[in-house]
């Protein structure tokens, strides 16, 4: 089994091409052959943020789509509290939807809040980047 964990980072963010589309034309080839088959002893656990488009556009036999729920309101506002994020539910249950629900980022919050807000959840989350 091989395991490509976060591959967003080798796909397109829509900026210049289509949305989830593979950078590397050797890496689509390889995904694309797998998908179809014809690597029957080996298999493939692909995790990203950002659909699949190739392997979704030619819809190979052998790729399954499983995709990843969203959390709760209320498991958002436990897991903030569990990162000793402080804070009401109304307080609480903006930080979990700005996060999309998606629990890595809503545990990624709690754990920024935590450390560089003391807790205070009218820690900003938008700090943007230097550029």
């Known amino acids: 089994m091989i395991v490509f964990d ?15 589309r593979l950078h590397s034309r050797r890496l689509r080839d390889f995904l694309n052959q797998l998908a179809s088959g014809n690597f029957s002893d080996l ?6 943020r950002f659909p699949l488009a190739d392997l979704r556009d030619k819809n190979p036999r052998f790729f399954h789509l499983i995709p990843v729920n969203q959390i709760d309101l209320a498991a958002g506002m436990k897991l903030l509290r569990q ?3 402080r804070g009401t539910d109304p307080q609480l249950a ?9 629990n890595l980022t809503v545990d990624f919050a709690g754990g920024y809040i935590a ?3 003391h ?5 900003p989350l938008d700090r943007g980047t230097a550029e």
């Open 94 to 102: 903006p930080i979990v939807e700005q996060c999309g629900r998606h």
């Open 43 to 48: 298999s493939v656990l692909v995790t990203s």
């Open 115 to 117: 450390e560089y807000g």
């Open 6 to 20: 976060g591959l967003e980072r080798v796909q397109d963010d829509g900026q210049r091409g289509e949305f989830g």
């Open 83 to 85: 990162r000793d994020v």
């Open 119 to 123: 807790g205070d959840p009218a820690t």
